[in-house]
């Protein structure tokens, strides 16, 4: 479980990030992210979108629980980026047969791919 302070739950963060922010993805999901270099620093906030196409509401919030889990374990490389940051994780319709490890190494590859450039 994500802490309280790491939690994106404004429309207005999603939508910032997904808009505005830098995107990468594979087959399993798609990780967007906006930083504010200007800002002061601060944690970074994750928000997880994991829609109907993934399947039932058990299988979406299972892949959603899997993704929250192995996104925790990024958080310390990533609040070292300058500023503050937004993650928004949208998972894809791929990610309900994929399995665990092959989850964590997607959100794994695709996280170094955004906050690299």
């Keep these: ?12 963060g999603f ?3 997904v808009r505005s922010g830098r995107r990468s993805g594979c087959s ?21 979108t994991v829609s ?3 399947g039932n509401a ?10 929250r ?4 374990e990024h958080l310390p490389a990533l609040e070292e980026l300058p500023g503050r940051a937004v ?4 998972a894809l319709p791929a990610a309900a047969q994929a399995p665990y490890a092959a989850l964590g190494t997607d959100l794994a590859r695709t996280l170094g791919r955004v906050s690299a450039t």
């Design 52 to 54: 109907k196409a993934v």
């Design 15 to 17: 939508r910032r990030a």
């Design 28 to 48: 399993t999901v798609v990780v967007h992210l906006w930083t504010d270099p200007d800002a002061a620093p601060g944690p970074v906030r994750v928000g997880f």
């Design 87 to 90: 993650l928004v994780v949208r």
């Design 69 to 72: 889990h192995l996104t925790r």
């Design 1 to 12: 479980m994500l802490s309280a302070v790491n939690r994106l739950t404004d429309s207005d």
């Design 58 to 67: 058990a299988t979406r919030n299972r892949v959603k629980r899997r993704l």
